[in-house]
């Protein structure tokens, strides 16, 4: 509801327009000001600077259309005030799923609206306040002189204080699979090139100070300071690029690898922000512009988390909070998800997703299927589903993903093929309708999975027969992929048109009560506040990589602050048996203890959980399943107990209602000791508490699989000593008697 | 049904591989040899040149994901000949429309199976040699050395004896709608610039002697070349560069307008062919790539047509037989159609497609139309519709094209709008189901309007929902449109994948027995035979163009050579009040006489024809409307009496299962005498005859409206002396007593 509303009349002298606002506990204090005519904002945190002033605008591109006598005019400065409007707004909602069971939406609000005296233009800029930080966006009224408008370039400037630590992704236009580099903002530079992973073919990066949001910093005076979108919708997704003193021009042109994208030439006519100033940079369509537009309409939310304590980084809502509420009437069909499937043991290279090795490549509308030569290894088959169905029945999981279950797999990615899947037809070893009687008899639904090859054209055509059939036998969630290069060629995956693709899945998906599951696909932005049946997402470097050669032990206690602001993400943690070498040929391993394992279904939070590992493993390691068996997927409190970015995160939360609690704490690769005090019981009251921890000579590396379970009773008041491993962690179920 | 079938053993020696074949008369005989491992054919006509020595072959471009390490080669020299084959064709199929009860399809074949033995690769280059003329082809086994491959160019070249005249097209990716050229090959250059009409925003031409197939040439010892080709499926449409003593590499650059294509810099490594040689230059994706293809596949057949007597370029069927056969079981829907519409008082400029002008900009999504402010110009009201249908209904007409019945008319082109109709919503004032039963009971149907926008993505989401809205309605048949730029930005209208979606387009409405007659989409290469549902297209300069300044008395005399070598065009014909003031704001006319546009429903030979002027009009010229209700619009036979082209056209038609004949004649801005002998009539019987004929002073500009109407008793053997006025005509109805 809103409560205050006040009118400010227009204010017509340029130089005069500042405006403040504060947060409701009155910590984060915005300033808003038009320097020469340019919209500049700047923010501070407790008295001390988070964003020095930074100006506010667009570039905008000549469209062909235009060129005959109308030139385009860029909405960065000539700017006057014509009125400022603040308001307050608080109100507490409740999400279908999440880490609390109410969430308060309580901010302070500056409405600025603009108009650009030479070209009668108007523009609306929005900022909200809250006591975690900011968000920002811009606003197109519909008028005469502003109807349609191509953006060349979005120019958001985040003048950042000093030379911050940062965690960081390289800016990339198909991939968010690198893992985060730690440095100061001065070392971007000198990084970047070796950050990039070159081997992998979607890399599509653009300046050598381009990084990815959601982007953390830490400030040598103690700030957090989190830089991200909230709402990203029908609009290309932000990156940044930092101005350092070697930055000629915005966007630099990468020297690197053959695949480094090649931008418009034409620099921008601007002068270039002071070093340590982001500049926003959007993801190109295959003719290098970053948007079209129509008013009215408005720009994702840019936003600002900041604190001085780095829990609140992970408890904040602030980009749940500046999305739109829940679109979707009845949600009943929505639900959380633990999972386990088909799926590690072809990472891990054991078997396969293609059912036959006959042919050099397929064309699905000639094969019959029944008379190809099975290689032997396609692991979607009968035999091996059922098995898995009744591993999901005996340990209370949901349901059973399967990947490779349609035909379509033996030469799927990045050929450039268009008719690649068509999402309905079975391999002949994969009675659809069978096994999903038989799960259903054990209470089990299977997972679907469509795997687009980023054949988006392909997908969308064949969207409404795969979620029929979805209907028809049963599925309630798919998980989707979109591997390799988009097609149609020249777009990328964070483009425009591609956000404006996920949503439509998204939104075709909620009429057939399908739940989805994305990867590959775009960072979220807090979408699920507006569509809850987008569970999860991938959009980061997830427990596949431990097949691929491994990621720093660190990565986990990374993503929380960076990858989560946006939404879940389908991590697949569980994998119990860290030595893959010990089943299969693969000879990685996992970069963390067991016990690490099993603290991430706490620390990474998802409605939507998998048991990652194989069936057979959990059995080797029985006692410690018991907790993955245990361990909800939707809570109704969460209290991050202590948290530093790259080092360690240990959360406590209350399953959903119940009077239950599970604590998890994971760590880098240096250990850590977590002192637990568990005065979020309730007082009076005694609980069965399970310690599923790393015992004394655990690490990641050497001692991976060495893990104590201890059992006892616990009270409101009682202190848990919990030592960590290097790369390990621990797990804690905390059952009201 | 094959006849024959030579194996020719394997020839190795390179300089040796030498093979001939010739037309089953004789007259057309083609060479093909490798000359230093280069494809090579020459094509001669009664031992005239036609086609000198020109290679064949296709650059292929490096793909990022071969980028590491892989090079790609191109397919263009280094080739051995493996073996040949020789075979003779001759089947009689019948079409399920068309000019001709039957269609005879007989060839003699050569296939030439050639490898790179530096590659490992195998291609086949497939002729097949007509009375007529001849088509070629690439073919690409499936093999492990070429699975996918990107084209960066077809190099397919075409030689030209001599400086011919030609009338073409400049070549362009997006459209199609200029008027054609008359010059001399070496004057393309001069002329070019003059000849793009820069006004257009669509305008994509890439290089100043690229032209657009069909070709039609006449050479200076009396043969008459066509350059064009049949079955583009999934391929991009090909375009001709042609090489003259000033071109410095290929493609050249355009120094033009603003709308001007900037190819790839990166110029060919082969070096220029001769002068007067036109090599090809298929159209682009939005990456500057040609084509990705899968083995096995084929390219489109590159086509000649060749003759010394004009009327056998009209009458051939080189380009039908070369595509498949009908893959339509059941063709039992698809029927011939003559149709009025609510058109052209919109096109003129009296009335509107768009309901309201209340908004400088919609979204669908946001607007109650019951609520909107009507502009008092919408011409698809249920009044005007209903007059249309009763009009229809009087005088014989199949069905009532009604355009801007559907939402979404307010600002739907060129704004890079994507979500701009959604074909199902009308507008208040057109109730749908009221009007559809209405036109029913009088025997009509409405004919169903997809103006896309050329938002293609748009149009797939829709597709399905607006084929069941036609099906529930009773529509059988579809005007779709393409106006503008293409959504997704940077692709363009005759690129592989708008190839791919025009196609999708008629098979997906093929399930629903729904008949397409697409404008804007790419010019036809005959695929009409396999899908016979495509009943008509656009993609030339229709009779629109005459409410918009005009075109020349030559146009229709030019389209039969060029245009309708590859399928009917809906050219819209029979507009009586030729000026277009006498009703409306309209200064402009249109530049034939009122006989002359009633010969066009003979000379521009169509399943679909339109009586595109307005009943008023017709009222006005009533008995000269008669033709146009009277004229057949299928046939059994017809007979090209007379031909030259931009001079004269006049041709005898048999009406489909009957033993009634028409005739008509159409001539350029010089007038023209005909002499119509009537051997065609069947022996010993009398026949009504009615002429339709230009008053003896009649003039497309100062008296077109002069028409004489006479009637006659005739029999075989009799002559019609029948003078065409400057950009007249003349049309004879000959009706078995």
């Known amino acids: 509801m809103r409560i205050t509303s006040i009118l400010v009349a227009a204010i017509l002298a340029t130089g005069a327009a500042a405006q403040t606002i504060t947060s409701p506990d009155g910590n984060v204090k915005l300033d808003f000001s038009l320097q020469k005519g340019k919209p500049t904002y700047q923010l501070t945190y407790k008295g001390k600077d988070v964003v020095k002033p930074s100006h506010l605008g667009l570039e905008l591109a000549k469209d062909k259309h235009a060129s005959k006598g109308k030139n385009e005019t860029d909405l960065i400065d000539g700017f006057v005030v014509q009125s400022t409007n603040t308001s307050t707004f608080d109100e507490t909602w409740k999400p279908v799923w999440g880490e609390t069971a109410t969430i308060r939406n309580h901010y ?10 030479a070209t009668e233009r108007r523009i609306t800029i929005r900022f ?3 006591d975690d930080g900011m968000g920002l966006r811009y606003e197109f009224p519909q008028q005469k002189t502003l109807n349609y408008f191509l953006i060349k370039e979005e120019r958001t400037e985040f003048a950042m204080a000093g030379d911050h630590i940062a965690w960081w992704l390289p800016g990339d236009y198909d991939t968010q699979e690198q893992e985060t ?10 990084r970047f090139n070796t950050a990039v992973n070159w081997e992998n073919s979607s890399v599509a990066v653009f300046s050598p100070t381009g990084v990815q949001t959601s982007l953390q910093m830490k400030t040598d005076d103690g700030l957090y300071i989190n830089i991200h979108e909230a709402a990203c919708i029908d609009y290309a997704t932000m990156h940044l690029e930092m101005v350092d003193a070697q930055t000629k021009n915005l966007s ?3 020297g690197g690898g053959s695949n480094a994208y090649t931008p418009d030439p034409t620099p921008s006519a601007y002068p270039l922000p002071k070093p340590f100033t982001f500049v926003s940079h959007l993801t190109p369509d295959a003719t290098g512009l970053k948007g079209a537009m129509q008013t009215p309409c408005k720009t994702p939310w840019r936003t600002v988390i900041v604190s001085d304590d780095a829990r609140d980084m992970l408890s904040s809502n602030l980009i749940l909070n500046l999305n739109e509420p829940c679109k979707i009437e009845d949600t009943s069909w929505i639900h959380p998800v633990k999972y386990c499937g088909v799926w590690w043991e072809m990472i891990v290279g054991k078997s396969a997703w293609n059912y036959t090795d006959e042919f050099p490549s397929i064309k699905l509308d000639q094969i ?4 190809v030569k099975p290689n032997g290894r396609h692991a979607a088959n009968n035999e091996k589903v059922k098995r898995y169905i009744d591993f999901a029945a005996k340990n209370g999981l949901d349901e059973v993903l399967v990947e490779g279950w349609n035909v379509g797999w033996e030469d799927w990615a990045n050929m450039w093929k268009r008719d690649v899947f068509d999402f309905v037809t079975p391999y002949p070893d994969f009675d659809i309708k069978m096994l999903n009687e038989y799960a259903h008899s054990k209470g089990v639904k299977l997972l679907m999975h469509h795997e687009t090859s980023s054949s988006t054209q392909n997908y969308e055509r064949h969207m409404e027969e795969a979620y029929n059939l979805m209907n028809k036998y049963g599925y309630d969630a798919v998980k989707s992929g979109y591997v390799g290069d988009i097609i149609p060629r020249g777009d990328h995956h964070y483009s425009q048109s591609m956000n404006n693709h996920y949503l439509y899945c998204i939104q075709e998906a909620a009429k057939h009560h399908v739940m989805v599951n994305a990867h590959e696909a775009v960072r979220p932005t807090g979408l699920c506040r507006t569509w809850p049946n987008l569970v999860g997402n991938e959009s ?3 427990t596949e990589y431990e097949a691929f050669g491994g990621s720093r032990p660190d990565h986990t206690v990374i993503l929380p602050f960076t990858r989560l602001q946006g939404g879940p993400m389908d991590f697949t943690p569980g994998i119990l048996e860290t030595q893959l070498s010990t089943w299969s040929d693969n000879p990685n391993y996992v970069h963390t203890t067991i016990a690490g ?3 991430l279904y706490l620390t990474m939070y998802s409605p939507l959980q998998m048991a990652a590992d194989l069936p057979e493993n959990y059995e080797k390691y029985d006692d410690a399943f018991q907790f993955i068996r245990d361990v909800a997927v939707d809570w109704d409190d969460s209290k991050y107990l202590e948290a530093e970015p790259a080092d360690y995160i240990t959360v406590a939360r209350k399953a959903k209602g119940t009077d239950n609690w599970f604590v998890g704490g ?14 979020f019981l309730d007082k009076g009251r005694k609980y069965d508490c399970t310690i599923y921890a790393d015992a004394k000579d655990a690490h990641y590396q050497s001692n991976p699989k060495a893990y104590t379970i201890t059992r006892k009773t616990v009270k409101k008041g009682d202190t848990l000593k919990l030592k960590q491993a290097p790369g390990g962690g621990f797990a804690v179920s905390i059952i009201a008697k």
């Open 181 to 190: 580099q730690e440095t100061r903002l001065s070392g971007i530079r000198e």
């Open 540 to 542: 980061a470097r997830g």
């Open 597 to 599: 394992q099993l603290a």
């Open 108 to 117: 302070n609000e500056l409405e600025v609206n603009l108009s650009q005296p």
């Open 666 to 679: 994971k760590c880098d690769e240096n250990g850590h000791l977590s002192v637990v005090k568990l005065d």
């Open 128 to 130: 909200r306040v809250y």
């Open 368 to 371: 019959d299927w029944n008379k």
């Open 252 to 254: 630099e042109k990468l």
